[in-house]
Each structure stands twice: as structure tokens, then as C-alpha cells.
């Protein structure tokens, strides 16, 4: 704790589909923080306010204190020269500027975590997210089990009153079981217009 140093700042990623446990893994993180006695923050997109406005909440349905923000860069009002570690949910419905401030903060000294998709309902990169993976020095993927077959998988199904979603449906529509599933390769499905 104390002052950062500069060679201990990184930027790990935890990504993965719909329901693979990444805000879980996150929360399993922030607890090993806590109990290592680091000081750190959480932060999430104020657009994700499926189970809370100020939580970041896990499906399972744990929780941890978070600081909402409208744009990647104002997580850098938070900093202060003793905080070992940030927290991002839900990254993938940030900014493009949170990839400038993850690389700020890891090269303060400050270890950044985030959590987020790495694909959209498409399976096309998810906003921010393929810059971030390009410079963290360690992903976690999880992968989740494919309600239509039991393999594992590794991508997001919207689904529109219980069918595909088309691929002239907008980016993001924030949701839970009741828009998306996780599909393998093969049952992922885009209806094409």
C-alpha cells in the first residue's frame, strides 16, 4: 500500500458471453483486495442498472458498492496517489477513452481490472473491448453452457420474443435472461435483413 509504483500497474481482462460469471469472477477479485487490505474502487457504466443503480450485481445476485459513471475519463477524478486498484464492470458499454485512462492507471502503478463482453450479440467486438484485450496483460475468458446443445459457449444470444435477434437491431439493449442466452458456435443464430 503507500505510494504506487510504476512497475506493478497492469490491466487484466475477465470476458467472456451472457452468464459466463464475469461479474462474479470480478466480485471473487474484490474480495481477495479486500482481505489483502489494498485500497481500490469500483466503477460501472451508469447505463447498466439491471439489478442496482450503484452496485455492481452479479446474476447469482452479489454485490459490491460501485461509483456510476457517463464516460470512461471520469474515473480519474477518483484517483487518489494511494489506491492500488480499479474496478471496472460492464466495460464494454464504456467510451472508447476508458482504454487512454486503463493505460493511465497501470502505468501509475495502479492494477486495473475490468469485466465486460468481449462480443456482442452479433459476435462482433463489443465496443472498447478489443482495444482493451489488445493491452491487458492478462484475459480471462469464461465460457458459459449453451441452453440448445450443452457445449460450452462462448457467444450472446439476443433473442426477440423468444427468437434471433437481426443483425439491423441496435448494438446495445441492456437485459438479462429475458433478451439473451449463451449460445455455442454452432447454435449462435443473426437473422440477416
Known sequence: MG???SSVGWIEVITGPMFAGKSEELLRRINRLKYAKKKYLVFKPVIDNRYSDNCVVSHKKN???SINISKGTDILK???PDLDCVCIDEVNFMDDSIVDVCDVL????IRVICAGLDTD???EPFGPMGKILCKAE???KLTAICPVCGKEATMTQRLINGEPASDSDPQILVGAEESYEPRC????VV???
Do not use: L, P, Q, V
Not at 185 to 188: L, P, T, Y
Open 3 to 5: 505510494e504506487n509504483d
Open 63 to 65: 454485490s459490491e458498492k
Open 78 to 80: 477518483y484517483i487518489t
Open 106 to 109: 497501470a502505468n501509475r502503478g
Open 121 to 123: 450479440f452479433k459476435n
Open 138 to 140: 492478462m484475459i480471462t
Open 185 to 188: 458456435r454452432h447454435c449462435h
Open 191 to 193: 437473422k440477416h435483413n
